[in-house]
């Protein structure tokens, strides 16, 4: 049964190690966390996997000019990248960093198989690079001012001995990947931009250096070092047993997604989908481009001294309102705002008010009530049915929307529902049932509905926020194990036991006083 279960293979970038993560990594990394935990709860078998880039000039640089080594420098940066991601609750199976073994091995292995096939040659390389992109651009592709047209820096004139990818053989077969696959690339527009870029003329990449050496040496030709690109992407083959566990391998290959920022979508789709082809291995299934963070119209960015640090975000506010509003507030692939006003808005309306009054008014009730026991509950009214086919409809609806990646609609759609719990509450006011002994039934039903309602309201949050979905399992009692919870027990009303007992409210937010 085992062999059969469905498999899910999502990667996010490996994040360069050249400062320190702001919020807008913290971003990329839970919007994957998210659907890597959905995909769980729906039953899939999950990679997920994240890590670091390590190599390239403007590492080596920043290193010396500490005076370190490039990997001692790394090794402290990359601590707090893994530091971050347990604070933050990302679930990844693997982090893999460019500078192990293990993936030296499968760069180089790659290097050498398209050499041999004939698609990598020597040449000499005279053109314009951009060291803190780490890109080569051509004169056309240039800003306004004539300076790289990502981060608007200089650039410098290069010229070198160097390997070639004959990437130009592989134009038309990606353009047409692109074209006959509409899943292949999203969202739609960044689909448009790749097929125009393409349509430019694809030139061969230049994918070796010699002016520095940190990097993964070319085989057989020491002094050149690996083009970071070329390294960095052929990092989603390595943990899944690209060279050492065939199975597994053919188990997780192709990705299903590999979610990046918009402004890589261009290496992600063209350059590995290039190399994927030389290599004879097919292309992931989907790369998906979201946006960027912006504060005041800007992205973040360390030279722009606007960076938001996730780790004190964390440490006022907590790691379940950080990941709540990053995927409630942006709409995936479009660029979004950070805003710290808008955070505390959301903490104390959606968070302290809306779910946490829920389960706090839910479980003081029946404890008050009838003595933290759920009694048998009947069909009841109107009101009550359409109230749990509300419940249903949201999970199944919910399901859908997180398998089209609309993840900031899931989340609304969920907390329409956790509104749409509290008028019931308001409309069927349980105090004035509980006054009178020929109502009991009634607030049987309706104390239970609310129960169940919560039990799945936390099923479908667990994917967002996993410690807040955690607490309010706990506080229900419920007694299957929180890990093996799945989607479709969302999707059923009424799986908490008759005469089962709750547990008595623990706050879930703390109201944020703005001073
Ligand atoms: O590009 N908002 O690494 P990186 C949203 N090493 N996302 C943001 C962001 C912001 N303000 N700032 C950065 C690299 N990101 C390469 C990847 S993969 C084989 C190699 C996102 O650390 C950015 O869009 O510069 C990108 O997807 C990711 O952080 C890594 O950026």
Redesign the pocket.
């Known amino acids: 049964m085992c062999e059969n279960k469905k498999t899910f293979y999502i990667t996010t ?4 190690p050249s400062a320190k993560l ?1 919020i ?2 913290a ?2 990394t839970t919007i994957a966390d998210a659907v890597a935990r959905f995909k769980r709860l729906a039953g899939y078998d999950v990679f997920f996997l994240t890590g670091s ?1 390590e190599h390239g000039q403007k590492l080596q640089r920043t290193a010396e000019s500490q005076g370190l080594k490039p990997i001692e420098y790394i090794d402290k940066i990359v601590a707090g990248f893994k530091e971050l991601w347990q604070r933050l609750e990302i679930s990844n199976d693997d982090f893999i960093r460019t500078s192990e073994p293990r993936h030296h091995k499968v760069v180089q292995e790659i290097f050498r198989r398209i050499q041999e096939k004939g698609d990598i040659y020597k040449g000499e390389y005279t053109g314009l690079y951009c060291t803190p992109c780490e890109s080569y651009w051509t004169e056309l592709q240039l800003d306004e001012n004539g300076c790289c047209p990502d981060c608007h820096r200089p650039v410098e004139k290069v010229s070198e001995e160097a390997y070639f990818f004959k990437m130009s053989k592989y134009a038309d077969a990606v353009l047409k990947h692109i074209e006959d696959n509409p899943d292949f690339l999203e969202p739609k527009s960044r689909r448009n931009e790749m097929i125009n870029f393409i349509k430019q003329g694809l030139e061969d990449l230049c994918i070796s250096r010699t002016s520095f050496d940190w990097g993964i040496p070319v085989p057989g030709d020491e002094k050149h070092v690996i083009y970071v690109w070329f390294d ?2 052929t ?1 989603y083959l390595t943990p899944i047993g690209f060279l050492d566990d065939e199975k597994k391998f053919a188990k997780f290959w192709p990705a299903d997604l590999h979610l ?5 979508v261009r ?1 992600h789709t063209i350059i590995w989908g290039c190399i994927l082809m030389a290599l004879g291995i097919e292309l992931p299934k989907k790369v998906y481009g ?4 912006i504060i005041e119209g800007d ?3 360390k030279s722009k001294g606007n960076v938001v640090d996730p780790m004190l975000l964390i440490d006022e506010f907590g790691a379940d309102a950080i990941r709540y509003f990053l995927l409630r507030e942006i709409t995936l692939g479009q660029d979004g705002n950070f805003n710290r006003d808008a955070l505390i808005t959301r903490i104390n309306s959606d968070l302290a008010n809306d779910l946490g009054n829920l389960l706090h008014r839910t479980l003081n009730m029946i404890g008050k009530f009838q003595k933290g026991i759920l009694y048998p509950a009947t069909e009841g009214t109107e009101l009550d049915q359409s109230f749990r086919a509300e419940a249903i409809e949201t999970a199944k609806e919910y399901r859908r929307m997180m398998e089209e990646m609309q993840i900031s609609d899931a989340v609304k759609i969920v907390w329409k529902f956790i509104g749409r719990s509290n008028k019931y509450i308001d409309e069927t006011m349980p105090w004035k049932l509980a006054k009178d002994e020929n109502s009991a039934q009634e607030l049987s039903n309706v104390l239970y509905n609310l129960a169940e309602s919560l039990r799945i309201v936390g099923i479908l949050i667990s994917p967002f926020m996993p410690a807040t979905a955690k607490k309010i399992h706990e506080q229900l009692k419920i007694s299957a194990p929180f890990e093996e919870i799945k989607l479709e027990d969302a999707e059923t009303f009424g799986k908490i036991e008759v005469n089962h007992e709750v547990g008595k409210p623990e706050q879930l937010f703390p109201r944020i006083e703005v001073k």
């Open positions: 970038p490996i994040y360069y702001h807008g990594h971003y990329c880039d960095a992407l990092n990046v920022g918009k402004e890589i290496f979201h946006g960027w963070l992205k973040m960015s």
